[in-house]
C-alpha cells in the first residue's frame, strides 16, 4: 500500500494571494504543486507559462507537477525544464511515438521526472511507446480545459488499465488522475489504482484549501 498524494491545481488558486496559498497548502501536505499550462490551442483556455513556474519554484520546496497542455512541447519544454519543474508532462495527442520519446528523454536528460498524459477519448495505446521511460501516467477525468468541471464516469477504469499494462510491461509509473476529483470521487480512482490527485475546485477552491486537502486524502485513503 502507497499513500495516495494530493497535488493541488493552482488553477482554482487566489491568483492575488499564490505564494500564501501555496504555503498554506505545502503546510498541510500537499504531495506536489499542479501546475496547468494551456496555451489556447490545444485546449480551449489559456492560463499561465514560465513566469509562474519560476514564482513558485522560489516560494516553495513541494515539487513543481508541470501539465503542459500544448501544442508544442518539444519547443517549449525546455523553457519549463529551466524554470523549475520538477515533473513535466506531456500529452500524447500532441507527439508521435518517436516524438514522444524524445520529449521525456529531454525531460529525464535534464534531471526532471517525466510524465505522459492522455485525454478521455484517447486510448492508452498512444502512450505505448513511453510507457517503459516515463515516472508518470496522467489520466485525465475530464476534457481538459478548465477547473470545475464533473468527472467524467468510468474514468476509474482507465486508471486500472494503465496500472495493469504497466504492470505487464514490468513499469511502475505513478498514476495520476486529474479532473473532477474530490470527497465523491477520490476513493474510487484510488481504489483503482491512482498514486496521485489533482485536485482543483475540491481543494483550492474551497474555503480551506489545507482542510480540504486533508479531508479528500483521507477518504482517498479509506
Ligand atoms: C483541467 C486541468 C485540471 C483542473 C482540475 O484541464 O488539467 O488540472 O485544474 O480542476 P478540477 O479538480 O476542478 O476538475
Ligand atoms: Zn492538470
Known amino acids: 500500500f502507497t499513500p495516495v498524494q494530493i497535488a493541488p491545481s493552482i488553477l482554482s488558486a487566489d ?3 499564490l505564494g500564501r496559498d501555496v504555503e498554506r497548502l505545502a503546510e498541510a ?5 499542479h501546475v496547468d499550462v494551456m496555451d489556447g490551442h490545444f485546449v480551449p ?13 522560489k516560494v516553495t520546496r513541494v515539487p513543481l507537477d508541470v501539465h503542459l497542455m500544448i501544442d508544442n512541447p518539444l519547443e517549449q519544454l525546455p523553457w519549463y525544464l529551466d524554470a523549475g519543474a520538477d515533473l513535466l508532462t506531456v500529452h500524447a495527442e500532441t507527439l508521435d511515438g518517436v516524438q514522444l520519446k524524445k520529449a521525456v528523454a529531454m525531460i529525464k536528460d535534464a534531471g526532471a521526472k517525466a510524465g505522459v498524459s492522455v485525454k478521455p477519448k484517447t486510448p492508452l495505446g498512444a502512450a505505448a511507446p513511453v510507457l517503459d521511460m516515463v515516472d508518470l501516467v496522467l ?4 476534457e481538459p480545459g ?17 496500472c ?8 511502475s509509473p505513478l498514476v495520476e488522475v486529474d479532473g473532477g476529483i ?16 489533482v485536485c482543483g475546485n475540491a481543494v483550492c477552491g474551497a474555503d480551506d484549501p489545507a482542510q480540504a486537502l486533508q479531508d479528500v486524502r483521507a477518504v482517498a485513503e479509506q
Request: zero cysteines.
Open 182 to 197: 474530490g470527497m465523491k470521487t477520490a476513493s474510487l480512482v484510488a481504489a483503482a489504482g491512482a498514486d496521485v490527485l
Open 15 to 17: 491568483f492575488a494571494n
Open 164 to 171: 495493469a499494462v504497466a504492470r505487464s510491461i514490468g513499469a
Open 45 to 57: 483556455n489559456l492560463t499561465m507559462g514560465v513566469p509562474v513556474v519560476k514564482a513558485l519554484k
Open 146 to 162: 478548465f477547473s470545475g468541471q464533473s468527472y467524467i464516469e468510468g474514468s476509474e477504469e482507465k486508471v486500472a488499465r494503465v
Open 29 to 33: 501536505g500537499a504531495g506536489f504543486i
Open 139 to 142: 489520466v485525465m477525468s475530464v
